[in-house]
């Protein structure tokens, strides 16, 4: 760090303690003061004893943290860069699907947990089979979800239907016991009572 001081001279006959502590209130004010810049020292190996928060230059040939030429903070005992890489490129992330894991090359990895009844998540990895019962299973280590996709359990449909041209088999038309007070056009149904 760059500190705006420089020590004056002792008046000719001064108190030398008087002095000096006028002096070390000078230094004292100098370093409590915002500076334009910092220089920081170009390191060529690790710091021996790191502590936290700790801010470093490194030269990125001779010891290279992690992303090359620049500054660094050793933060949660890892030397975390505060610059955008030696090349340039910041961070990179790659995704390993096994450990559901982001990882960095900063070292800042992250894990994304599995769904569950009360947390959000990824979907667990495993099977996802379509029944004849019209159920939707997916199924991973040992545990099987079930997602019941019957018409009767799906809300009212809001438009029309596209069969895509299949047949609709075990269909039955609707049994009544009276006529529909408005029936609307095309409905058809079947009166049980007649």
């Known amino acids: 760090m760059t500190a705006q001081y420089s020590p004056l001279p002792p008046p000719r006959g001064s108190d030398p303690?008087?002095?000096?502590?006028?002096?070390?209130?000078?230094?004292?004010?100098?370093?409590?003061?915002?500076?334009e810049f910092a220089y920081l020292q170009i390191l060529h190996a690790?710091?021996?004893?790191?502590r936290e928060g700790m801010v470093v230059r490194a030269d990125g040939t001779d010891w290279d943290p992690s992303a090359g030429a620049g500054i660094y903070a050793y933060i949660n005992s890892a030397w975390i860069a505060l610059h955008t890489g030696g090349t340039g490129s910041?961070?990179?992330?790659?995704?390993?699907?096994?450990t559901r894991t982001i990882a960095s090359d900063t070292?800042?990895?992250?894990?994304i947990s599995l769904v569950t009844n009360t947390d959000a998540g990824l979907a667990p990895a495993g099977s996802l089979n379509?029944?004849?019962?019209?159920?939707?299973?997916?199924?991973?280590?040992g545990t099987v979800w079930?997602?019941?996709?019957?018409?009767?359990?799906?809300?009212?449909?809001?438009?029309?239907?596209n069969f895509n041209?299949?047949?609709?088999t075990s269909f039955r038309i609707e049994n009544r016991t009276s006529d529909p007070g408005a029936p609307t056009t095309?409905?058809?149904w079947l009166r049980t009572d007649l």
């Open 46 to 50: 690790a710091p021996a004893r790191p």
């Open 107 to 111: 070292g800042s990895d992250a894990v």
């Open 130 to 141: 379509d029944s004849d019962k019209g159920d939707i299973t997916v199924s991973s280590n």
């Open 146 to 161: 079930t997602l019941d996709l019957k018409l009767n359990q799906i809300p009212i449909p809001t438009g029309s239907v």
């Open 90 to 98: 910041g961070a990179n992330l790659s995704w390993t699907a096994a």
């Open 17 to 35: 303690a008087e002095y000096a502590f006028s002096e070390l209130q000078d230094l004292v004010r100098s370093m409590a003061e915002a500076q």
């Open 186 to 188: 095309g409905q058809i």
């Open 165 to 168: 041209d299949q047949q609709a």
